[in-house]
C-alpha cells in the first residue's frame, strides 16, 4: 500500500516554492485597436489549420481556433498514458521516476518536450521524407531522402541519455517560468542511425564552420510558418564525435511520432535541446548558430554564480554544453511501504555529460552515513549506467533513500540546490524518495 509520498524530489534547504500552475503559452495573436485580429495572425492561423478562416474577420480577440485544441486540460498521450502531462499546446511530459526503472527506456516511458505544434502524422512519412543539408560552411549543399541516408551510410546502434536542460526547475525559488519538471525529464533508449559525420563530410565541411544548426517540420505555436518553434545545434567539434547521430529508430523500432519520426538529432551528454526532432534541414554555420532559443536567457546559465533572483544580463549568459552529473531511484517507488525485517534492495541509474560514473553512494539516515552501490558499466559511452544497493531498515517507520552520483571528474551531485539560474536549468540535486517500514 502507498502512503502519500511527498513530491519525488525536494529542495533540502529553503521554503519550497509554491507549486505553478502549468499554463501553456497560449499564442498571442496580434489585435488591431478594436480588438479584431489582425491579417497577419490570421494568415498564421490559416497557415497551422491548411485552410482559409472564412468568417476570420468575425473572430474575437484572442481566440483560438478549436481545430487547433482550445482546451489546455492535459490529457494522456496516446502510447504514452503512464506519463503525466503539463500541458497539451505545447505537448510536454514527464515520467514517474519509478517508471524509469528499465535498463533500457521503453518508448511508452520517454518523456516529451515540445516547443511548438507537432506535425501532423500525415506529415511524417518516411516514404517521401528528405533531409537537406546547407549552410555557409558547406562545400556543396545536398538533399537526402531518409532511403539514401539508409542506404549511403553505415548504420550505429547506441544507448544514450536524452535529458531536457530543465529537468528538476520545480525546486528552484524564486520559481522559473517554464515547465515544472520533477525528475522525469530524462530516459535511455537505444537510438539507430548514422553518423551525422559522416553525412556533413559528404556535403562537404568548409575549414572555417564552427557550428551546425538543425530546422524540424513542427511549427511555432503562433501558427506563423516563418517562424521555428525552436532551431539550436552543437559547435562542430561535437558534431563530428562518434556517437552524434541521425536516427531513424529507437529500441528497434520507428521512432514514436513525438520523439521525432521519421529522422532526429541526437547528441550523447548534451541538453536534449539540441537533438532536434522531425529534422528537415541541417545547416553548417561558419559562426555560432542563431536559431530560435540560441539566444538571451534559453539554454543559458550565468557565468558566475548569482543570489537567486538576480536578473542575470543576457551578455553574461553561457551556452550550455554537457549536462551535469545526475542518479535517480526507480526502486522502490516514493511513498511505498515495506516490512522491517527484510533488507530492502534498492536500484536506479546514474549519468553525466561528460566521462562516466565512478561512484555511487546511498543513505538512509539523512546524508549521515553513506554506503558504496554496486555500479554496472555503461554499455557504450553516453548511456545511463545501473546501480544497486542493499539496505536493512532497522525499524518501523519513516525513512528517505537519498543516491548521490560521482563522475569520473571527481564531480558530485549537490545535496542542496546548485546554483539558482533565472530559466531553472541543470538542478542535478541529489534524489530524495520517501518509504515507510512497517
Ligand atoms: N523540432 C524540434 N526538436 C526538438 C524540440 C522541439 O520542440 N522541436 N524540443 C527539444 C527539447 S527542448 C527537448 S528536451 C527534446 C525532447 O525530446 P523528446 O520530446 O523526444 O523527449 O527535443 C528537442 N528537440
Ligand atoms: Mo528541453
Not at 502524422?121 to 556543396?140: D, H, M, R, Y
Not at 548569482?306 to 511513498?335: H, N, Q, R
Not at 549537490?414 to 538542478?427: D, I, Q, R
Request: some cysteine; hydrophobic content about 35%.
Amino acid at each position: 500500500m502507498d502512503f502519500p509520498a511527498p513530491q519525488p524530489h525536494l529542495p533540502l534547504t529553503g521554503p519550497r516554492p509554491l507549486p505553478r500552475e502549468a499554463t501553456p503559452e497560449q499564442p498571442a495573436p496580434a489585435l488591431n485597436r478594436r480588438g479584431f485580429m489582425s491579417r497577419l495572425s490570421l494568415a498564421s492561423m490559416s497557415a497551422a489549420l491548411g485552410a482559409e478562416i472564412v468568417f476570420g474577420d468575425q473572430m474575437p480577440a484572442g481566440l483560438v481556433p478549436a481545430a487547433l485544441g482550445q482546451s489546455a486540460a492535459p490529457q494522456a498521450i496516446p502510447g504514452k498514458e503512464a506519463l503525466s502531462v503539463f500541458n497539451n499546446r505545447p505537448l510536454v511530459a514527464e515520467t514517474p521516476a519509478h517508471l524509469l526503472d528499465d535498463e533500457i527506456t521503453p518508448a511508452k516511458y520517454l518523456f516529451v518536450r515540445n516547443n511548438g505544434l507537432a506535425p501532423a502524422p500525415e506529415q511524417l512519412n518516411p516514404e517521401n521524407w528528405t533531409l537537406e543539408i546547407a549552410g555557409e560552411s558547406c562545400v556543396k549543399p545536398v538533399t537526402l531522402t531518409l532511403k539514401e541516408l539508409k542506404e549511403k551510410f553505415t548504420q550505429h546502434t547506441l544507448q544514450m541519455v536524452l535529458e531536457c536542460a530543465g529537468n528538476g526547475r520545480s525546486e528552484f525559488n524564486p520559481p522559473a517560468t517554464g515547465n515544472q519538471w520533477t525528475t522525469g525529464g530524462v530516459g535511455c533508449p537505444t537510438w539507430t542511425g548514422v553518423r551525422l559525420r559522416d553525412v556533413l563530410e559528404y556535403a562537404g565541411i568548409k575549414p572555417d564552420a564552427v557550428y551546425i544548426g538543425y530546422y524540424g517540420a513542427d511549427l511555432h505555436l503562433s501558427g506563423d510558418i516563418k517562424k521555428s518553434s525552436i532551431s539550436r545545434g552543437v559547435p562542430i567539434k561535437k558534431a563530428l564525435e562518434d556517437e552524434s547521430l541521425l536516427v531513424f529508430a529507437m529500441n528497434g523500432e520507428d521512432l514514436p511520432l513525438e520523439n521525432g519520426h521519421p529522422l532526429r538529432l541526437m547528441f550523447g551528454g548534451w541538453a536534449a535541446s539540441t537533438c532536434g526532432k522531425w529534422v528537415k534541414r541541417i545547416v553548417i554555420r561558419d559562426r555560432e548558430h542563431d536559431g530560435e532559443k540560441m539566444k538571451g536567457h534559453s539554454y543559458r546559465m550565468p557565468r558566475y554564480p548569482v543570489a537567486p533572483g538576480t536578473k542575470v544580463p543576457a551578455e553574461d549568459m553561457d551556452i550550455i554544453a554537457a549536462m551535469p552529473v545526475k542518479s535517480l531511484v526507480t526502486f522502490p517507488k516514493s511513498g511505498s511501504t515495506h516490512p522491517t525485517a527484510d533488507f530492502l534492495s534498492i536500484r536506479g541509474h546514474a549519468w553525466t555529460g561528460e566521462g562516466d560514473i565512478s561512484e555511487v553512494h546511498v543513505s538512509l539516515d539523512f546524508g549521515i552515513t553513506w554506503h558504496e552501490a554496486d555500479l554496472r558499466p555503461a554499455s557504450n559511452r553516453y548511456a545511463w549506467q545501473h546501480w544497486k544497493a542493499e539496505l536493512k531498515l532497522p525499524q518501523r517507520g519513516y525513512y528517505e533513500i537519498w543516491a548521490r552520483a560521482t563522475d569520473s571528474q571527481g564531480r558530485s551531485q549537490p545535496m542542496v540546490l546548485p546554483g539558482w539560474n533565472p530559466e531553472g536549468y541543470l538542478n542535478n540535486t541529489c534524489h530524495r524518495v520517501a518509504i515507510q517500514a512497517i
